[in-house]
């Protein structure tokens, strides 16, 4: 009787490597997909006019490729439909922040909690990841006074998270994400209570 094992030469073996190769490309693909929010997003904090429409633009681009397929479609097909140019010091200065990003993130970083820092196409994982980088997008495109910082941060961290497979960074990622949305609601409230409503009462109509 012949056991299970018994198969022709090389068929085992010629599984083996497509499985690799199936798992090296969504490795691959994991990281660049993480390696273009740190580029599009580490940008946005510098003060050169119309970068965070362009990178906004972008990064909602990202965020549609994310949800359908996983991020693997990035290495295919181009992300950024415009070039922002940078003068030398600005990009000398862009160069050196990602510099030590990557120094942090190789530091700090470390496979831990990977099931929340995969994306599998069509999956709540890369739903919720592609919301998160849309959400921050639309924020960085709008012209809230500094409100590119903290989606920046967040999607930064989301970067770092989804190089190296780690779950703790794409929660830090979450928390400042939710601290990026409340941002404009308490600009927008400081803004009332300290210019707004002096004027409105000065003015005699909120009597």
Not at 44 to 59: D, F, K, Q, R
Not at 86 to 101: F, S, V
């Amino acid at each position: 009787m012949k056991s299970d094992d018994a198969r022709p030469p090389g068929e085992a073996a010629s599984h083996e490597p497509d499985i690799l190769a199936d798992a090296g490309s969504k490795t691959e693909a994991q990281h660049t997909i993480g390696s273009l929010l740190i580029f599009l997003s580490v940008p946005c904090v510098l003060p050169v006019p119309g970068i965070g429409n362009v990178m906004g633009l972008a990064l909602m681009g990202l965020a549609l490729l994310i949800w359908r397929s996983g991020g693997a479609g990035v290495i295919e097909r181009p992300v950024l439909a415009r070039t922002v140019v940078l003068d030398k010091t600005r990009a000398a200065q862009l160069l050196r922040w990602m510099g030590r990003l990557e120094q942090l993130s190789s530091r700090w970083c470390r496979p831990r909690l990977q099931h929340l820092a995969l994306l599998p196409a069509r999956s709540w994982q890369a739903a919720a990841a592609a919301a998160l980088v849309a959400t921050m997008g639309v924020e960085i495109f709008l012209p809230i006074p500094l409100g590119n910082v903290l989606p920046a941060a967040s999607l930064t961290l989301l970067g770092m998270a989804l190089k190296h497979g780690d779950g703790l960074a794409t929660l830090w990622s979450l928390v400042m994400a939710a601290t990026a949305l409340a941002y404009p609601f308490v600009l927008g409230a400081g803004a009332w209570l300290w210019i707004m409503g002096p004027l409105w009462q000065a003015s005699g109509l909120g009597a």
